[in-house]
């Protein structure tokens, strides 16, 4: 498969290695808005680069024809644009807050534990996230899917808010540390003891490895898809 990196940074680089590894060919490596001549000879798109640069670079590749596969954070409000793209334009659009296998397992376990949890009062969840300091969005698109995961199996929670919350709003406390590439908990407290749930990413060779079976996966396909599909779970 031929692929074009938009955005070659950690990502870019970690994904380009995985690539390689398996047999595919890196045929652009973009720093700066793709346009349709530097993405011609690519099978897929594979786009990680920023929040404020997503949706433009995205439109791009879909209106391309290119599929194309996401993983850039913090710019979600306007994902439904880009799935009518995908659409309108005949060709394939996948997005993940985190490709590894390890978060995407957490994610199911995490609404499980929720549904289990929202008859027990005495125990109140909230989120821990910890990235590297280069990072620019908070909370990581990953603790927001987490977020939701609980919302969407606790009527009690009707939101989430960065912080020490009351009431209807999860608390999501992120934190800034050296160079950790992902940790993600979920933790539920009472006063007598607390359930702890975590995910820790060693380095981003998971995220890699996930963007690239993504993208293997979503060659030749249209329409708009998540891991999930990628994965088998239903
Ligand atoms: N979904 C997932 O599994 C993961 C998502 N991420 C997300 O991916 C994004 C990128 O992360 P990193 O590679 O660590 O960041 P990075 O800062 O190392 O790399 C971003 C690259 O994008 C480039 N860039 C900036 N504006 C651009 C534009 N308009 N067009 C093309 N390229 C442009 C920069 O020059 C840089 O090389 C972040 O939003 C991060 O949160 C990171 C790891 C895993
Ligand atoms: O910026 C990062 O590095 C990461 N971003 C993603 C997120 O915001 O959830 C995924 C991963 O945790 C690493």
Redesign the pocket.
Known sequence: MKIAL?????????IEEIAVERGHSVVAK?????TAESLKIADVAI????????P??ISVCLKSKIPTV??????LFRKKEMDDLAIENGTAFL??????LG?NIFFEVNKKLAALMRNFDEYRPQLEEI??I????AP???AITIAEGIIENNPKFDGWQLGQTKDNALGIFALREDEV??THSVFYRSEVDEIELKHTAYS?K???L??VIAAEWLHGKSGVFGMKDVLGID
């Open positions: 938009v955005g070659y940074g950690k990502m870019g680089r970690a973009l720093n700066e808005t793709p786009e990680f680069t920023h929040p404020d640069a997503a433009e670079n996401s993983g850039t954070t913090g710019w997005y993940a807050s985190n490709f590894s978060v990235h590297h280069h990072k620019k969005d990581s698109g990953t590439p992902g981003r998971g995220f890699a996930g963007a």
